[in-house]
Nanobody, 122 residues
Framework: QGQLVESGGGLVQAGGSLILSCETSGFTFSSYALGWFRRAPGKEREFVTFISRSGSSTYYADSVKGRFTVSRDNAKNTVYLQMNSLKPEDTAVYYC???????????????WGQGTQVTVSS
């Protein structure tokens, strides 16, 4: 059974940066695409970004494009989310997920982490 553990969340001022990490175990990391989703207060969970199994392909939601960068280290079984120029509207619980194919829908992912809180103050 796959396990994912996010870390790196916290409180940051608008315009600041954070790096989220997601350490995984229990599945063949290099055989899975990885995604990041987020749930803002009072809203549905939404797609943020994904990265393909090899890392050669990435895709971003329009709301984070140009500010967030996803990467993966297949040797460490870890996926990262570099978040720059953070805005108060980026405040959310951020989740990483693993699936056998890339996608923007939650149902395309098999394993999920518990999430890490990111709060951006104005």
């Amino acid at each position: 059974q796959g396990q994912l553990v996010e870390s790196g969340g916290g409180l940051v001022q608008a315009g600041g940066s954070l790096i989220l990490s997601c350490e995984t175990s229990g599945f063949t990391f290099s055989s899975y695409a990885l995604g990041w989703f987020r749930r803002a207060p009072g809203k549905e969970r939404e797609f943020v970004t994904f990265i393909s199994r090899s890392g050669s392909s990435t895709y971003y939601a329009d709301s984070v494009k140009g500010r967030f960068t996803v990467s993966r280290d297949n040797a460490k079984n870890t996926v990262y989310l570099q978040m720059n120029s953070l805005k108060p509207e980026d405040t959310a619980v951020y989740y990483c997920a693993a699936g056998t194919n890339v996608g923007t829908r939650e149902g395309q992912y098999d394993y999920w982490g518990q999430g890490t809180q990111v709060t951006v103050s104005s």
